[in-house]
């Protein structure tokens, strides 16, 4: 009797996933329902249905699409993307349920105003896929050159004062700067606690233009440069964490073994 019941019971759990797994399908081809036969072969060749289509394709999709080997264009275009992935409506913390057509592509978070010009530089097709050059001139073309640059690589020298009342760094020469900075010391102004925090909230933003891992060492190093520590009092709890985000290239620049 126990046996019998327990062979119901498997049936019957088998009958609820097909069950939920047929609703799935119908529910996600309900915009298609009124769609001809002969059209289903746009999407349905010779392979049948794609593996990657299933009922969590809206979760799943985009770590196929970022894959080298990503077959998606096999049936899309990229207007077909851009449907959906338009950006500019939701908030900065997304969660599993805000996908839609406000959806916006990872940089255009929060730290976008950070991210983006590094995103340009190491793939411009990131951007041209829904921006002309048109529409970074408009925005760039209000600011200063000056002020162009990533905000974590502005040293704000220029307008920094002399004691907080005395002139401002702009009306010196660069053959004056020793005067006051002997041995190139550079003070604790904005770029020098900015740079550091972009390194440590995200190394690898860094090494898009600094790939070999050595333009720290310039002044991160016990040997040379301004033989500033590269190693921060919390360094136990946090050195695997910077070697890993950075392959360890900063590493070897000093340590055969780390």
Same mark, same amino acid.
């Given at each position: 009797m126990?046996?019998?019941f327990?062979? %119901?019971a498997i049936l019957?759990? @088998? ?5 939920? /797994?047929?609703? @799935?399908?119908k529910?996600? #081809?309900? &915009?298609?329902?009124?769609m001809?036969? /002969?059209?289903?072969n746009?999407?349905? *060749? =010779?392979g049948?249905? @794609?593996?990657?289509h299933d009922?969590?394709? %809206?979760r +799943? #999709?985009?770590? %196929?699409a970022g /894959?080298?080997?990503?077959k998606? *264009? ?5 207007a077909?993307c851009? =449907? ?7 908030g ?7 996908f +839609?057509?406000?959806?916006k592509p990872k940089s255009?978070?929060?730290d976008?105003?950070?991210?983006? $010009?590094?995103k340009?530089k &190491?793939n ?9 050059q *048109?529409?970074c001139?408009?925005? #760039?073309s209000?600011?200063p050159?000056?002020k162009i !640059? ?6 704000q020298?220029?307008?920094i004062?002399?004691q +907080?009342s005395g002139p401002?760094h702009?009306?010196?020469n660069a ?6 900075? $002997?041995?190139?010391?550079?003070p604790?102004? !904005?770029w020098?606690?900015?740079?550091a925090?972009e390194?440590?909230?995200n ?10 891992? =050595?333009v720290?060492m310039k002044?991160?190093?016990?040997r040379?440069?301004l033989?500033v520590? $590269?190693?921060?009092?919390?360094? +136990?709890?946090? *050195?695997d ?10 590493c ?7």
């Amino acid at each position: 009797m126990k046996k019998l019941f327990f062979i %119901v019971a498997i049936l019957g759990c @088998a009958l609820v996933i097909l069950q939920q /797994k047929s609703y @799935a399908e119908k529910t996600a #081809h309900k &915009d298609f329902a009124s769609m001809k036969f /002969k059209d289903c072969n746009s999407c349905h *060749k =010779d392979g049948g249905v @794609a593996p990657t289509h299933d009922s969590d394709w %809206v979760r +799943g #999709h985009r770590i %196929v699409a970022g /894959k080298a080997d990503g077959k998606c *264009k096999e049936c899309h275009q990229q207007a077909w993307c851009l =449907d959906c992935h338009q950006g500019g409506g939701s908030g900065d913390n997304l969660s599993i349920s805000n996908f +839609g057509r406000d959806y916006k592509p990872k940089s255009h978070r929060s730290d976008f105003r950070v991210l983006h $010009p590094l995103k340009a530089k &190491d793939n411009p097709q990131t951007c041209v896929r829904c921006h002309d050059q *048109k529409y970074c001139s408009e925005c #760039h073309s209000k600011f200063p050159r000056n002020k162009i !640059q990533f905000e974590s690589h502005r040293r704000q020298f220029s307008n920094i004062q002399l004691q +907080g009342s005395g002139p401002a760094h702009q009306i010196f020469n660069a053959s004056q700067c020793q005067t006051c900075h $002997p041995g190139g010391l550079v003070p604790t102004h !904005q770029w020098s606690g900015e740079h550091a925090r972009e390194a440590r909230r995200n190394l690898q933003a860094c090494q898009t233009c600094h790939e070999d891992g =050595d333009v720290c060492m310039k002044c991160h190093s016990s040997r040379t440069g301004l033989k500033v520590s $590269p190693h921060p009092r919390n360094w +136990g709890s946090i *050195k695997d964490n910077l070697r890993s985000r950075s392959n360890g290239r900063s590493c070897i620049k000093c340590h055969n073994n780390f």
